[in-house]
């Protein structure tokens, strides 16, 4: 038992630390960056801010609407059920920090590509989502405490009924919508936003689904969250 939850926390961590480095990656490449943190990004851009720093904010803002959702959705679940989802959703701040440092670290130790050729950044651009990709599958996999980004879309998606994938793509719009409109109102053009946040939109779940059908099973039955098992 110790064994299996040891590879949990190290499947999440190392989950994480691939996330980190896909969503800088994208920041790198010249192209736009993920929809999910294209505020945090265009502000800090705009405001001359580090992006670490704005990025945390941002997450700050997801944790307190994930709050405020299992709020209003305790009173009709039961209040026996919302301490647990309270206390995991309390529990992104201090991973939000952590998190948030890994992407100044990566920032700082990755170069940037925006000068370089069109083929270079495009190769660059691929990484970063294969990266967001597989960090984002294999944190959430582990049924530990979500990245903020993940988990608005979960509440959100628990909240109206659907999908987990068709509420990500309504999050990520949204989020393009508020860096074009920061962008558009603070600097008079349009900072972040571009193909490879089209193709991040895109790609992300696509990648995601190939890693989980080649390794979900595996996976869980090694780490002791395989249902089937327990059956």
Not at 37 to 49: F, K, L, M
Not at 77 to 82: D, E, H
Not at 111 to 132: E, H, K, N
Not at 210 to 216: A, D, G, I, S
Request: proline content about 3%.
């Amino acid at each position: 038992m110790k064994k299996e939850y040891g590879l949990r926390v190290l499947f999440y961590l190392i989950g994480l630390l691939v996330l980190a480095a896909g969503l800088t990656l994208n920041t790198k490449a010249g192209l736009g960056v993920s929809p999910i943190i294209s505020v945090a990004y265009s502000v800090s851009v705009i405001a001359g801010q580090n992006f670490g720093d704005m990025t945390f904010i941002l997450y700050g803002v997801f944790v307190v609407a994930e709050m405020a959702i299992h709020l209003i959705r305790g009173r009709k679940a039961g209040w026996g059920k919302l301490w647990p989802a309270l206390l995991k959703d309390a529990l992104q701040f201090p991973l939000s920090l952590v998190f948030t440092r890994f992407l100044n670290v990566f920032s700082g130790a990755i170069p940037d590509f925006a000068g370089a050729g069109m083929a270079a950044r495009l190769l660059v651009l691929a990484c970063a989502i294969a990266c967001t990709g597989v960090g984002a599958a294999l944190s959430l996999n582990m049924q530990l405490i979500p990245n903020p980004g993940d988990g608005i879309v979960q509440s959100i998606a628990g909240c109206i009924g659907r999908s987990v994938g068709f509420t990500k793509n309504c999050v990520d719009l949204c989020s393009i919508c508020v860096t074009c409109i920061l962008g558009l109102t603070l600097a008079r053009e349009i900072v972040g936003i571009g193909l490879g946040t089209v193709l991040a939109m895109v790609g992300v779940g696509r990648v995601i689904a190939l890693f989980n059908h080649f390794t979900y099973r595996r996976i869980l039955e090694a780490t002791g969250l395989a249902p089937w098992k327990k059956a």
